[in-house]
């Protein structure tokens, strides 16, 4: 699956799954350039080109042919150099450039570390960890599943849509001029590229079950995605994104950040309503979103320091308590906790990119 289209005339804007942009915004369909319409330029398409090479030589006739020696674009950044489809995979290397992802010895416990550097030597600082829920837990969340499942023949239009495209939902959720903002576009496409990497690398270490792999009654609505359960991607695509627009949009009117907040939730929710995960892995997947939002706030200037998340931090109390809180972060949450500071990151390529969006903004 390629999860870093970017934009491009080629490839449309973002991902073709998951919860990135591959319809509705951009040059394929809705907003933006259709697939009816001419290519944005004459190489983009077979024919065109061969008009193209047929006119060249009309074109260049008597022009000199003697050209100039090319000179090295040092420090130029990436937006005056390089397409956006190549520039994603820059934004992301530079983003897990500090991070690493790993299992404690009983792989019970998967935990996001940041590099840091102090007076001494660098050290691997806990960022954001998770501690797997113990079996009966999850046992005893297959009620709280079963409760929703009324809702499927309502929603099964909304979870089938939300699939395939879901950030389309958030962007109508935030009533923003889309078509005016692509560098706003590209840094929420960073930031998920970002989520999706963290949240496979946990995922695959925790390697919790789906619901229906506990109680097969729940059949789920959708085909299940091939891989582990906990934490929530939607939940967690969907937090990154409401953290980011939010942050954004903080002198705006507070109807439409409750609107975005809300559809964030919604998003997260409906997958466990199609019974492809619990409610506990929705708290878990917000609360990796809402760390990588201020991950990469702090890394553009934003925030002076980055808050430790911890994800099963005490003692696991009843299963039903294991839900996302309507309001406030998911830290507060019985089943999570805030444990200290670390630096904010230096994130260079990030911060250039966000000096633009604030002029979409301004």
Known sequence: MNLLNGIDPQSGIGRTAGIGRTAGIGRTAGIGRTGDLPPL???GDPEFSACLVAARGALTLNLPTDGQAPRADVGATPWSTTGEAHRAPM???ESLSGLRVTPDAKAETSTVALWTTGRGAGAWKDFVSFRRPPAAYFAGQVARVDELVPLRETRVLEVHAQSGSALAFLLSAAQLPVQRMPRTLEF???ALALQMALQMRVKHQLGCARPHEVAPHLLPMIDPPAHRSLPSGHAGESAVVAAVLSHLMAEGPPSRLAMLRRMALRIAENRVVAGVH?????LAGRLLGEAVADYLLAGVGERPALA???FGAGEWGVPE???PLQEGGAHLSPECALDGELP????????VLWELVKKEWA
Not at 278 to 282: G, H, K, L, N
Not at 344 to 351: G, S, T
């Open 278 to 282: 619990f409610p506990v892995d929705s």
């Open 41 to 43: 330029t004459a190489g």
């Open 344 to 351: 904010a990151p230096e994130l260079p390529d990030h911060r």
């Open 308 to 310: 430790v998340r911890r």
């Open 91 to 93: 934004l992301l290397a």
């Open 321 to 323: 308590a294991g839900l």
């Open 188 to 190: 929420l496409d960073a």
